[in-house]
């Protein structure tokens, strides 16, 4: 698909017939088959000044907090025994954890024999590599968007550059890579959506978040309209039709805007979810947008409950590591 056909899509008015398709390329590619990962948010200190993020540096609002490496383990700990196959461990860009004591965490975590994925941050070669050492699989770092200005003005202080050279890092490392957008920016374009689009297939990404920006009141966006739950449905099933072997989130932020929105997404191209496995202080305090509506699970109650709806989308809840078939076949090359 071009990038002429990828805008005429974004901007149709009805996209049943593009929902199934997605829906169909994703149960002929990565079957009938919905892969969990136990989200982790284990520290909302951050440096970076993002306009959007409710846990931004300036924020003062927030009240801070960081898990130690005992909390984190027995997380995670706790999310394997539910039966979880993966954990994903996130924070705000934190230099508390440097690298000795990210890589302790990371090593104590695969010795409970589970999948790891990062969601770090922007970090130094020298680091991710230490990271994968250590032995962590997975990388999520969202592009956030592609179009350099609306980049710049988002992200203050930051380097568009640094971050696509982090992402092809993380490629060239090993890693699992995963990004993504925010979807509804102010003013960001539909033209510019649909360059991300192809930039997550240029760098071969193996996992694509799509999420709609929500205005949390404690940002200078707080005015701000949220992003298009519908637009961003229609993001991931073209994701989904130009990348068919990938993993894609249901995402968190179209839950909290549109009711069922976990069951929309996982029908529109999606094959993940990614429960809250947190303990209360993160669920009360890793605030980046309100009124996160995810799922959150704590016990294996809640857990039967999601396979359960997941059975009802015809689909079941993955038995194994659920790594990304496109990074299986660019191993196998
Ligand atoms: N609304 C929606 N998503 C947000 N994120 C950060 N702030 C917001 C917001 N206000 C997303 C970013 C980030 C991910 C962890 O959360 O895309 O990469």
């Known amino acids: 698909m071009n990038k002429k056909e990828i805008i005429e899509i974004l901007k149709a008015q009805n996209s049943d017939e593009v929902f199934k398709y997605a829906d169909h390329i994703r149960r002929k590619y990565c079957g009938n088959i919905v892969h969990l990962r136990a989200l982790i948010e284990f520290s909302n200190f951050c440096k970076k000044q993002c306009l959007y993020c409710g846990i931004n540096a300036k924020n003062k609002n927030v009240k801070r907090y960081r898990l130690s490496e005992e909390q984190i383990l027995n997380t995670a700990l706790i999310a394997k025994e539910i039966g979880f196959k993966t954990v994903v461990i996130q924070s705000g860009e934190d230099d508390f954890y440097d690298i000795k004591k990210m890589c302790s965490i990371i090593e104590k975590i695969k010795k409970m024999d589970i999948a790891l994925t990062l969601s770090l941050g922007e970090k130094t070669k020298k680091e991710y590599k230490a990271y994968k050492s250590a032995g962590a699989d997975r990388y999520l770092l969202r592009i956030e968007t592609t179009d350099k200005k609306l980049y710049k003005k988002m992200h203050p202080g930051c380097d568009f550059q640094n971050r696509i050279n982090c992402l092809y890092s993380l490629k060239e490392l090993g890693f699992e890579t995963g990004t993504g957008i925010l ?23 193996d996992m694509v978040g799509l999420g709609p920006f929500i205005a949390h009141k404690d940002t200078i966006l707080k005015d701000a309209p949220c992003g298009s739950t519908e637009l961003a449905l229609r993001a991931i099933a073209l994701t989904r039709i130009i990348m068919p072997n990938i993993n894609i989130p249901a995402t968190t932020s179209i839950e909290t805007l549109l009711k069922d929105g976990r069951k929309i997404a996982l029908k529109c191209g999606a094959n993940v979810v990614m429960p809250n496995v947190s303990p209360n202080i993160a669920k009360e305090n890793y605030c980046i947008y309100p009124n996160k509506q995810g799922i959150c699970i704590s016990n294996k109650t809640e857990f039967e409950n999601l396979r359960n709806e997941i059975k009802s989308l015809g689909d079941e809840i993955s038995k194994d590591f659920g790594i990304s078939k496109n990074f299986v076949a660019q191993k196998n090359l």
């Open 183 to 205: 979807i509804g920016l102010e003013g960001q374009s539909i033209e510019s959506i649909a360059s991300d689009i192809l930039f997550f297939k240029k760098l071969n990404a």
